[in-house]
């Protein structure tokens, strides 16, 4: 497996979680979230962001609503779900359980 | 001086320009294409048609009101071609989608997306992956053998959609090319050197010009490319960025390649002649169109006279007719006979008159009614024709009859 491959099997495990864990912020709208994802270098092309979140949206975790801007058309806001948030929840536990797992494996190797 | 395009995109209007038009459309399509398949959802294309006007918009000001090349591909930059969807996106399932769909690909079907009578030629391309044009030509080329088959293609092949976008399509590539751009435009499309194209063109020459029949319905039969997106489908690219780059950098290296003086001297003669048969065929276009028409509105003229006396004879009583012979003739006209003539010349004049308009004026009528019409007309015309022997023989009886039939029943009986 190349570096180029691992990297972009990472991404793709982690990008849902990733924009779950910004979704359950604070309500925002597609451009802050790939603005962020892409500012920690988790997407590199903003077209990946919104299969996802359309599928999210699909399973419930998510909800959107249209808000007025004050410039240009009106835009759609992303919020989490309750169901959206429990989901986190679990996610946010089996990430740390494979985060500190791995930290152990890698110390080990040392 | 370049043409602009109105578009309104996510809420928004934009001015684009015309080869940034192009390109913006065929990267919408393809993304159209991707996601159909795989979400069934318009959302994600409406949310990337709002994302792309928020950078356009970000990209206009006083001084600049339009979107260019430059604007647009940075846009698909920004927002990812399809192989970067393709490795975030592929799972399992979606691979055995794609299976499915080849599968049923290697079926033949009628393609009811691109067809001019039933879509037959259109599918059988489709099975090949050719363009249909070439199947249309070789199908007008065969033409007793072609409507039997094309008939029973019909009723044995069921329809269906495709995708027309996700096809090769063949062009006419006249910048490249000596004459039309036919043969550059086929080595486009087969992926040959176009010079092994022209010698096969010319060797046909010499072997009865099948070759030349073929150029010519190719060139009246295929579209020249013109906007960079027909470029770039005749030459069957798939449209992403670099894509795209690839494909305008290849452009400028051919301008810089020079041929040599070999293909020079084969080609030589040929660009001679070009202007002349360009000329040749603009007139013949031109001749074509206006013996057309002549003849079809001096083949409903007559039909519409031939009606009048039908009709006559019909609905009116002609006893008073000076001509008593022709009176007895007339009438000895089984009625049946008459009402299968009225129905066979109304299809006839109706079937002229739909297919003048399509070759004048391009308007088209709905193709099961002009089916309907043919089978009807074929229909009548086997009547007639079944019929015919019979009233002879009723005519025969009336010992009325005109000269040269009567010539030859004399000279029959003279056999006996």
């Known amino acids: 497996m190349s570096t180029e491959n691992f990297k972009i099997q990472i991404r793709k495990g982690l990008l849902e979680f990733c924009v779950l864990q910004i979704v359950s912020n604070k309500e925002v709208y597609a451009s802050e979230i790939i603005e962020e994802l892409k500012n920690s270098k988790i997407i590199v092309v903003e077209g990946t962001v919104y299969p996802l979140l359309s599928r999210l949206k699909k399973s419930n975790y998510i909800q959107h609503n249209w808000k007025e801007s004050t410039q240009?058309?009106?835009?759609?806001?992303?919020?989490i779900t309750d169901y959206g948030l429990e989901h986190l929840r679990e996610l946010i536990v089996s990430w740390s359980d494979i985060n500190s797992s791995v930290k152990k494996l890698l110390k080990t190797k040392k | 001086m370049k043409k602009t395009f109105t578009i309104s995109l996510g809420h928004s209007v934009f001015n684009v320009e015309e080869d940034a038009y192009d390109i913006l459309k065929m990267y919408l399509d393809s993304i159209k294409n991707y996601f159909q398949k795989m979400e069934n959802d318009s959302e994600i294309i409406s949310d990337f048609e709002l994302r792309i006007a928020e950078n356009f918009s970000s990209k206009l000001s006083s001084g600049k009101q339009y979107i260019n090349l430059s604007?647009?591909?940075?846009?698909?930059?920004?927002?990812?071609?399809?192989?970067?969807?393709?490795?975030?996106?592929?799972?399992?399932?979606?691979?055995?989608?794609?299976?499915?769909?080849?599968?049923?690909?290697?079926?033949?079907?009628?393609?009811?997306?691109?067809?001019?009578?039933?879509g037959v030629c259109s599918g059988?391309?489709?099975?090949?992956?050719?363009?249909?044009?070439?199947?249309?030509?070789?199908?007008?080329?065969?033409?007793?053998?072609?409507?039997?088959?094309?008939?029973?293609?019909?009723?044995?092949?069921?329809?269906?959609?495709?995708?027309?976008?996700?096809?090769?399509?063949?062009?006419?590539?006249?910048?490249?090319?000596?004459?039309g751009g036919v043969a550059k435009g086929l080595s486009n499309y087969l992926k040959i050197d176009a010079n092994i194209i022209r010698v096969v063109f010319v060797i046909s020459l010499f072997f009865g010009g099948a070759g030349l029949l073929f150029y010519l319905l190719l060139w009246f039969f295929t579209k020249e490319a013109k906007t960079i997106g027909e470029k770039m489908n005749m030459s069957g690219f798939n449209v992403n960025l670099s894509?795209?780059?690839?494909?305008?950098?290849?452009?400028?290296?051919?301008?810089?390649?020079?041929?040599?003086?070999?293909?020079?001297?084969?080609?030589?003669?040929?660009?001679?002649?070009?202007?002349?048969?360009?000329?040749?065929?603009?007139?013949?276009?031109?001749?074509?169109?206006?013996?057309?028409?002549?003849?079809?509105?001096?083949?409903?003229?007559?039909?519409?006279?031939?009606?009048?006396?039908?009709?006559?004879?019909?609905?009116?009583?002609?006893?008073?007719?000076?001509?008593?012979?022709?009176?007895?003739?007339?009438?000895?006209?089984?009625?049946?006979?008459?009402?299968?003539?009225?129905?066979?010349?109304?299809?006839?004049?109706?079937?002229?008159?739909?297919?003048?308009?399509?070759?004048?004026?391009?308007?088209?009528?709905?193709?099961?009614?002009?089916?309907?019409?043919?089978?009807?007309?074929?229909?009548?015309?086997?009547?007639?024709?079944?019929?015919?022997?019979?009233?002879?023989?009723?005519?025969?009886?009336?010992?009325?009859?005109?000269?040269?039939?009567?010539?030859?029943?004399?000279?029959?009986?003279?056999?006996?």
Do not use: C, H
């Not at chain 2, 009723?155 to 090769?168: A, E, M, V």
């Not at chain 2, 290849?250 to 020079?264: A, G, I, M, P």
């Open chain 1, 72 to 79: 240009g058309p009106p835009r759609k806001y992303y919020s």
């Open chain 2, 71 to 118: 604007d647009v591909k940075e846009v698909i930059q920004i927002m990812g071609s399809l192989d970067d969807f393709q490795e975030i996106y592929d799972d399992d399932d979606q691979t055995e989608d794609v299976k499915e769909e080849k599968k049923e690909n290697n079926k033949l079907y009628r393609d009811s997306s691109n067809r001019i009578i039933a």
């Open chain 2, 124 to 179: 059988i391309a489709e099975y090949f992956k050719i363009d249909p044009i070439i199947v249309r030509i070789l199908f007008f080329i065969a033409v007793p053998l072609n409507l039997i088959v094309y008939i029973i293609f019909w009723i044995g092949i069921p329809s269906k959609d495709f995708d027309p976008d996700l096809r090769k399509i063949l062009y006419r590539d006249k910048e490249n090319g000596v004459i």
């Open chain 2, 243 to 416: 894509n795209i780059e690839d494909f305008i950098k290849k452009k400028t290296k051919n301008l810089n390649n020079s041929e040599n003086t070999l293909t020079k001297i084969f080609l030589f003669p040929f660009r001679l002649i070009a202007p002349l048969i360009n000329a040749f065929l603009k007139i013949g276009v031109l001749i074509f169109k206006t013996i057309f028409f002549i003849f079809s509105s001096i083949l409903i003229v007559s039909y519409s006279i031939l009606l009048l006396i039908f009709s006559r004879i019909l609905f009116e009583d002609i006893s008073r007719v000076e001509d008593p012979e022709f009176y007895e003739l007339l009438n000895a006209i089984p009625e049946y006979f008459v009402i299968f003539s009225i129905i066979f010349l109304i299809l006839t004049i109706s079937i002229s008159v739909v297919i003048s308009f399509y070759v004048l004026f391009k308007k088209k009528i709905n193709t099961y009614l002009f089916m309907l019409m043919i089978f009807l007309w074929i229909a009548f015309f086997i009547l007639i024709t079944v019929s015919i022997p019979n009233v002879i023989l009723i005519i025969q009886d009336l010992d009325l009859l005109p000269f040269w039939i009567s010539g030859f029943e004399n000279n029959s009986y003279y056999y006996k």
